[in-house]
């Protein structure tokens, strides 16, 4: 089978920092390969580096989220364009807008957002976007940029919302909330196929069942994908095969 790809684990966290061989072990036996390490801010910067020159398998982002746009957030975003002055990342990620925990920055969450797209265009990668309680939002922002392409991380949004998001040449990250109940991400997907799904875990966050509520890691992103079996009616091997190339597609490597 294809190796599946995680394309969202902030594995670089510190309850995992012990652990990665063991982790990566567990990866192996699931038949997941690639992992990629979407960034926070810079608190968390080095770690993520740390992680990608130790195993080459997990692959860096860089950007600033959402939720760590707060004043100082102009000299968080020169570090973000200084890091992409200096080599390669995969994406810019993880970023957006989330109106769930707190508004107060949301003009300045805007701004980043927007100067970051920028980012991506100038170096041709990727966006992984952070959408939470704004995902209408953040796709009407997407929208005034002709020519980008990314992911919208754990996608939560409408069936509506999901096809104008692939009609802009989006993918739909889908993780471990598929496999809840009532999630309704199984009838989204049913409508609109796998051709711009991409796996992912958010882990240590959102780990699907039979793990639901415990820290979730990039080895059960296999259970994601057994969960698209059921609602697609595919072979395992087949939904290994086609998120692994979407992914490939996207972030190019």
Request: hydrophobic share 45%; proline share 5%.
């Amino acid at each position: 089978m294809t190796p599946l790809i995680d394309t969202h684990a902030h594995l670089y966290l510190p309850e995992f920092r012990e652990r990665w061989p063991e982790l990566l072990e567990r990866c192996d036996v699931a038949g997941v390969g690639d992992i990629l390490l979407p960034a926070i801010d810079s608190e968390t910067h080095a770690a993520v580096l740390e992680l990608e020159a130790a195993h080459p398998r997990c692959r860096a982002m860089m950007g600033l989220h959402p939720c760590s746009v707060l004043a100082n957030y102009e000299q968080e975003l020169a570090l973000v364009q200084q890091y992409f002055s200096e080599r390669p990342f995969v994406a810019v990620g993880e970023i957006g807008l989330d109106f769930y925990w707190d508004k107060t920055f949301s003009e300045q969450q805007y701004a980043a957002f927007h100067s970051q797209i920028g980012l991506a265009l100038k170096y041709d990668v990727p966006i992984a976007v952070h959408s939470r309680n704004a995902t209408a939002e953040a796709i009407e922002v997407v929208r005034q940029y002709p020519g980008l392409r990314g992911v919208f991380h754990c996608f939560g949004g409408t069936l509506q919302q999901a096809e104008a998001l692939i009609g802009l040449g989006f993918y739909l990250g889908i993780g471990g909330v598929l496999t809840f109940k009532n999630s309704g991400l199984d009838a989204i997907i049913k409508a609109v196929g796998l051709d711009r799904v991409v796996l992912e875990t958010d882990a240590p966050y959102l780990a699907p069942v039979p793990y639901r509520g415990k820290r979730n890691e990039p080895s059960y992103v296999r259970h994601v994908a057994e969960k698209l079996v059921d609602v697609t009616g595919r072979q395992l091997a087949e939904v290994a095969d086609i998120t692994t190339k979407n992914a490939r597609d996207l972030f190019r490597f």
